[in-house]
C-alpha cells in the first residue's frame, strides 16, 4: 500500500519556465513533507519541506503548497534550468522525527 | 545544509561473504539514522530506523538477522550485509536527521554488487 503517490513518472518543461510536480498522499497522520531531488548514482538532496500548519513554503525559485484537505502537494520550480533535471521525491512523515516515506519519484527533464 | 559521508561508494564482493557500509554525519549529531535501498527506477524503500544507542527497527519484510544495524555514536552508523546474495545487489543509501528535525539529510550511496 502506497502511502505517498507520484503519478507522474516523468515530466518534460522548457526552460525557463514553470515545473509543477504532484504528490498525494493517503495517511492523514502525516504533518511533515518534504521534497529531495536525485541525480543518478547519488543520495537525494533536501530541497524545501512543509509543515501541515502552513499551506505554502518559499525558498528561492522552489515553493511547495500543501492542501491538506485534499491531501495533496505539489513543488513548484520557476524557473526551471536545464540543472534542475533530475528525479524529484516527495516524501512524508508522521511527525519530525519519525520515519519518512517516499514517493515513486518523478524525473523531471528540462529542456533549454 | 549537513553533511553525511557514506562509505564505500561502491562494492563488489562474492557471494556468502559480509559488506560492510558506513554512513557518518560530519557536521551534526545524528540522534536518528535511516537506511534506504534502491532498486533500478524505483523509489527508495525504507529498510530500517536506528536511534543512537537503541537497536534499529526494521520495516516488516527485511531480515534483522541478515541486514545488521549499529548506530553506536551520534556521528556514525553502519550496516552490515551478511552472507550476501546475489539477489542483494542494489544501491544502498543512508540518512540521517539530527534531534526533532523534519529534515533527513543522505549519504552518497552504496553500488553493492554480489557475483
Known amino acids: 500500500d502506497q502511502q505517498v503517490k507520484q503519478n507522474s513518472p516523468s515530466l518534460s518543461v522548457q526552460e525557463g519556465r514553470i515545473s509543477i510536480l504532484n504528490c498525494d498522499y493517503t495517511?492523514?497522520?502525516?504533518?511533515?513533507f518534504l521534497w529531495y531531488k536525485k541525480y543518478p548514482a547519488e543520495g537525494p538532496t533536501f530541497l524545501i519541506s512543509?509543515?501541515?500548519?502552513?499551506d505554502k513554503n518559499e525558498d528561492g525559485r522552489f515553493t511547495v503548497f500543501l492542501n491538506k484537505s485534499a491531501k495533496h502537494l505539489s513543488l513548484h520550480i520557476v524557473p526551471s534550468q536545464p540543472g534542475d533535471s533530475a528525479v524529484y521525491f516527495c516524501?512524508?512523515?508522521?511527525?519530525?522525527?519519525?520515519?519518512?516515506?517516499f514517493g515513486p519519484g518523478t524525473s523531471l527533464s528540462v529542456i533549454p | 545544509g549537513a553533511v553525511v559521508s557514506q562509505h564505500p561508494s561502491r562494492v563488489i564482493c562474492k557471494s556468502g561473504t559480509s559488506v560492510k557500509i558506513e554512513c557518518r554525519s560530519l557536521d551534526f549529531q545524528a540522534t536518528t539514522m535511516f537506511w534506504y535501498r534502491q532498486f533500478p527506477k524505483q523509489s527508495l524503500m525504507l529498510m530500517a530506523t536506528?536511534?543512537?544507542?537503541?537497536?534499529?527497527?526494521?520495516e516488516q519484510g527485511v531480515e534483522k538477522d541478515k541486514f545488521l544495524i549499529n548506530h553506536a555514536s551520534l556521528t556514525l552508523s553502519t550496516l552490515t550485509v551478511t552472507s550476501a546474495h546475489p539477489e542483494d545487489s542494489s544501491f544502498y543509501i543512508c540518512?540521517?536527521?539530527?534531534?526533532?528535525?523534519?529534515?533527513?539529510?543522505f549519504g552518497q550511496g552504496t553500488r553493492l554488487t554480489v557475483v
Open positions: 516524501a512524508a512523515s508522521v511527525t519530525s522525527y519519525d520515519k519518512v516515506i
Open positions: 512543509i509543515s501541515s500548519i502552513k
Open positions: 495517511n492523514s497522520m502525516f504533518d511533515y
Open positions: 536506528s536511534n543512537e544507542g537503541s537497536k534499529a527497527t526494521y
Open positions: 540518512s540521517a536527521r539530527e534531534g526533532k528535525r523534519a529534515e533527513a539529510f
